[in-house]
């Protein structure tokens, strides 16, 4: 069972171009969060999608970013407009269904290897 | 809100020795708590998790954490220091879906 699987690993992108990362969950996965990791610094949550869902997106930065779940194909996180703020790591992590009759079920996040992104 | 902090960003500590990375969370409910490894240019690998079951929890590499609601600390450790074990370590707590992070302790072993 492959893993959690993200490309690129590496992106460069100039200032105000856009920069688009794929994440593919672990077969059987349908939620999906992304983090990010700035130098230095702890992983911070940005979104958590479901199929076709975005469950909470309390993380991202108002302006340029967004995230889908489609219901074929990898989770994309999109970057408009880059800016030399955005260089970064940012992981994706997969968790399988929650069965919410049980209160507070917990659900391990399998993370992928992250992608890099230098903005020039 | 939860909330996680690592003491000290750095740490080393000679090949054979103890280890001990401090994590301390605040949390307005029953945490689940978590210690993630990442090795360099790679993502994050479970260590163990604290689910309300056991208070000391062992993970995967001689690593152990033990649950101390009173000290409201987690704090990870393993009795004889590996070469290998030379990575960053991050302490988390989640509170429903998704997981808050520590800033992370970067460890160091000493030949």
């Known amino acids: 069972n492959a893993g959690v699987m993200q490309n690129p690993r590496h992106l460069v992108r100039r200032r105000g171009q856009e920069a688009r990362l794929r994440c593919s969950p672990m077969?059987?996965?349908?939620?999906v969060y992304w983090y990010r990791q700035l130098p230095e610094e702890g992983l911070k949550f940005m979104v958590y999608?479901?199929?076709?869902?975005?469950?909470?997106e309390s993380g991202m930065p108002k302006e340029r970013f967004s995230a889908e779940f489609p219901k074929e194909g990898p989770s994309i996180l999109r970057i408009q407009q880059v800016v030399r703020g955005d260089s970064a790591a940012y992981f994706c992590a997969s968790s399988p269904v929650v069965d919410w009759d049980w209160v507070r079920r917990y659900n391990e996040q399998f993370f992928g290897p992250g992608t890099r992104l230098t903005v020039l | 809100a939860q909330s996680v902090t690592q003491l000290g960003s750095h740490v080393s500590v000679s090949e054979g020795a103890l280890v001990l990375l401090r994590c301390n969370y605040s949390?307005?409910?029953?945490?689940?708590l978590f210690w993630y490894v990442q090795y360099p240019n790679q993502g994050l690998q479970l260590l163990l998790k604290y689910t309300s079951a056991a208070t000391l929890v062992k993970g995967i590499n001689g690593f152990e954490a033990e649950f101390k609601k009173s000290e409201t600390s987690f704090h990870l450790t393993k009795p004889s220091a590996h070469m290998s074990d030379a990575a960053e370590y991050f302490c988390a707590v989640s509170v429903g879906e998704k997981l808050t992070f520590g800033t992370g302790t970067r460890l160091t072993i000493i030949p």
């Open positions: 077969k059987g996965h349908s939620h």
């Open positions: 949390s307005s409910v029953p945490p689940y």
């Open positions: 999608l479901q199929k076709e869902n975005i469950i909470d």
